[in-house]
Structures are given as structure tokens and as C-alpha cells.
């Protein structure tokens, strides 16, 4: 996978995306649909109406940054969310890239050291 730092911010659309759209097209989705700044080093993940196609768009200090996927088999599980997208953790979107679905997730209490 990408080399993503834990603490960054990730944004998936959960409105289905032209994939044809390419560094302005999807920053201007950014912009207009998502209300993000592009610019501003978050990620932010696009899917296909037919879940086939990923699209992940981010702004490093030398310019736009595009990583695409596309499935020959199955479908990316993406979730409902009433506002158009919706915030995942690097674990959510390597889940997600990676075709997995948790239907029950329990996470239990871990020591923490200074």
C-alpha cells in the first residue's frame, strides 16, 4: 500500500464517481462537492457507480498525487452515509481496498505506555 502516516485525514465519497475524471475533475469535486480544500495534504477516495473502480486523490508539497485501482472480480464495499462521504481511518481503507468487510468489531482494552 501507499505509505500513509496513521494520523492522516481520509475522505471517502459515498456518491458513485465519474472515473473518467481525472487531477482537476476530482479536485473539483473536492472543492465543490465534498466542501475540502484539496490542497490541504488530506486524502480523498472515489468509487465507481459499479464499485470496480477506486480512485484516491491527495496533494503533496510538489503537486497532485493520483493511485487507482480497478477489480476484475467483485465489488468495493462502500458505505452509506446520508452527507456524501464520510471519514475513514488508514485501518477502514486498507479494509476497504482490501475487500474486507467486519460485520462485528470489538476491540479490547490494551495497555498504553508513556
Known amino acids: 500500500m501507499i ?7 481520509i475522505w471517502l465519497c459515498t456518491e458513485p464517481t465519474d472515473m ?3 487531477f482537476r475533475g476530482l479536485s473539483a469535486l473536492v472543492r465543490n ?3 475540502h480544500d484539496p ?5 480523498f477516495v472515489f468509487v465507481n457507480r459499479r464499485k470496480t473502480q477506486m480512485k484516491m486523490l491527495y496533494f503533496t ?3 497532485y498525487c493520483l493511485w487507482a485501482k ?3 472480480q467483485g465489488q468495493f464495499r462502500v458505505p452509506l452515509s446520508a452527507s456524501g ?3 475513514l481511518t488508514l485501518t477502514d481503507l486498507q479494509l476497504l481496498i482490501d475487500g474486507i468487510e467486519v460485520q462485528k468489531y470489538r476491540q479490547f482494552k490494551r495497555f ?3
Open 39 to 43: 490542497l490541504s495534504g488530506q486524502y
Open 20 to 22: 473518467r475524471k481525472s
Open 61 to 63: 508539497a510538489t503537486g
Open 70 to 72: 480497478r477489480l476484475e
Open 33 to 35: 462537492q465534498l466542501k
Open 3 to 9: 505509505g500513509l502516516d496513521s494520523q492522516a485525514r
Open 85 to 87: 462521504q464520510r471519514a
Open 112 to 114: 498504553r505506555g508513556v
